[in-house]
T-cell receptor
């Protein structure tokens, strides 16, 4: 069983809609959670991190964490074509483990 | 503000050749990491350096060696390249890490695309 699981997608959403990305993890001791955005052929770019249960908002992005359910999500509101990318979930305790990523396509 | 700089950006090797991938960061970070990224497998940690003078194995260290030359620089060496090492290699750094992944956000370089024939 992989430590960090994400739906590979592609997730296709219309411009202006909400994109919802999910991530589950197996290590109950995980303490830190990150979302990275990676454009094709580019390096991962940190967009959100969350350490506590609940929601954390930054602009059009909201990260949600539920440690009891071992679940972290990312919502992208008012999706734009520039949001089309692969989104990597990363979970840290003893080490940082990455999911394989979810590819998002925002169609105009 | 360069952040994390990797060289080279592209490289083609023949099986059995050796090479060193270079990484330097200018953010005064203590911790540095080397990852490889393969299709469908996400990022996998090869080696890391929690602080200057220390290095430790990650998830997939076989076939690689590293050197933390100073606080800024962390190199990755392939002694005898194999086709299975064809991948995109990313260097990353973070301000501080209490463990290999720690709880600090990591900042990535642009990557080295390595093909081994």
């Amino acid at each position: 069983q992989k430590e960090v699981e994400q739906n590979s997608g592609p997730l296709s959403v219309p411009e202006g809609a909400i994109a919802s990305l999910n991530c589950t993890y197996s290590d109950r001791g995980s303490q830190s959670f990150f979302w990275y955005r990676q454009y094709s052929g580019k390096s991962p770019e940190l967009i959100m991190f969350i350490y506590s249960n609940g929601d954390k908002e930054d602009g059009r992005f909201t990260a949600q964490l539920n440690k009891a359910s071992q679940y972290v999500s990312l919502l992208i509101r008012d999706s734009q074509p520039s949001d089309s990318a692969t989104y990597l979930c990363a979970v840290a305790d003893y080490k940082l483990s990455f999911g394989a990523g979810t590819t998002v396509t925002v169609r105009a | 503000n360069a952040g994390v700089t990797q060289t080279p950006k592209f490289q083609v090797l023949k099986t059995g050749q050796s090479m060193t991938l270079q990484c330097a960061q200018d953010m005064n970070h203590n911790s540095m990491y080397w990852y490889r990224q393969d299709p469908g497998m996400g990022l996998r940690l090869i080696y890391y350096s929690a602080s200057e003078g220390t290095t430790d194995k990650g998830e997939v260290p076989n076939g690689y060696n590293v050197s933390r030359l100073n606080k800024r620089e962390f190199s990755l060496r392939l002694e005898s390249a194999a086709p299975s090492q064809t991948s995109v290699y990313f260097c990353a750094s973070s301000e501080f890490a209490t463990a290999p992944g720690g709880n600090q956000p990591q900042h990535f370089g642009d990557g080295t695309r390595l093909s081994i024939l």
